[in-house]
C-alpha cells in the first residue's frame, strides 16, 4: 500500500518551506499546519481523491497563510489562514480535471502586491490556475492586485468570490488558461463568475511601470458565461481602464456555447 497522507505540522510556530532549497513532493495528499506558514519553496502533488469535494493538497494555518513559492497539483488545493492569507510572486496550480483551488480567511486575503522595499517599486503578481473553479471568501478585504490572473478552463468552470470588499486591479478568466507567454487560451464554455461584497466592490487600482513609476490600471472580468457582481450593502466601481465582458464565443476563439455544431 502507498501512503495515506503526507502531513506536516507545526503545532504552534512556523512552517516554513523555504526558497531554492525548500521542496515536498508527494504521491499522498499533502496537508501542511501550523501557526504561521510560509510556502516560498516548491510544493508538488501527484494525488487525486475519488471524492469530488475534498483537497488533496491543505495549507491551513491559524494565524497567517502565505504562498510566494511554485505550487503545483493534480488535484484540488486549499489554502486557509485565520489572520490573512498573502499570495504573490508566485504560481499556484491545480491541474487535474474537475479541479478546483479554495483560499479562504476570516480576515483578509491579498494575491499580489506592490513591493516597495528596494530602490525601484516592483508589481509582485500571482497566476491561480484551474479547471473546475476558484473560490476566494474573505471576511474582510480580498484585494487581486495587478499582475495577478485567475483562471479556470473548463466548460462550465467557475470563479467565486465572497468578500467584505473586494478591491481588483488585476484579471479574471472564466473559461480560459494561461497559454505561451503568459497569455490567456479560451478552453471552456458557459463558465461563470459570481462576486458578492458586503460593501464595495471596485475594478481598477494603481500599480508602477518597469521603471518604478505610478501608473493606473484597470481590473478585469471575462467569461464565457453569465458574470454577476453584487454589493449587497455598499457600490460598485468599474475604472476608465477596467473591463467587464461576457461573450459565449470569445471573440470568435470557442464554437457554440454548447460544443461544436
Known sequence: NGLALLSVEATAGDLTVTRGAGQILSDAPIRLSGARIDVAGVVRGTAVTAAATDFELE???????????????????????????????????????????????????????????????????????????????????????????????????SIEIEAGELHLAGALYAGAELGVNNAAVWTGRRAHISITAADLVELGGDSVDLAGFPVEVGGSLQATGAIHVDATLGSVRVSEPSLIRSDARAGGALSSPWGAT
Open 59 to 157: 495549507i491551513r494555518a491559524t494565524e497567517i497563510a502565505a504562498v510566494t513559492g511554485d505550487v503545483q497539483t493534480n488535484g484540488s488545493i486549499l489554502v486557509a489562514g485565520s489572520h490573512g492569507v498573502v499570495i504573490y510572486d508566485t504560481t499556484l496550480v491545480a491541474h487535474g480535471p474537475g479541479q478546483r483551488i479554495v483560499i479562504e480567511s476570516d480576515s483578509d486575503v491579498t494575491i499580489g502586491l506592490l513591493d516597495a522595499s528596494g530602490p525601484v517599486a516592483v508589481q509582485r503578481g500571482a497566476v491561480l490556475q484551474a479547471t473546475a473553479g476558484l473560490e476566494i471568501r474573505a471576511a474582510g478585504v480580498a484585494d487581486i492586485s495587478a499582475g495577478s490572473g485567475l483562471l479556470a478552463g473548463d466548460d462550465d468552470a
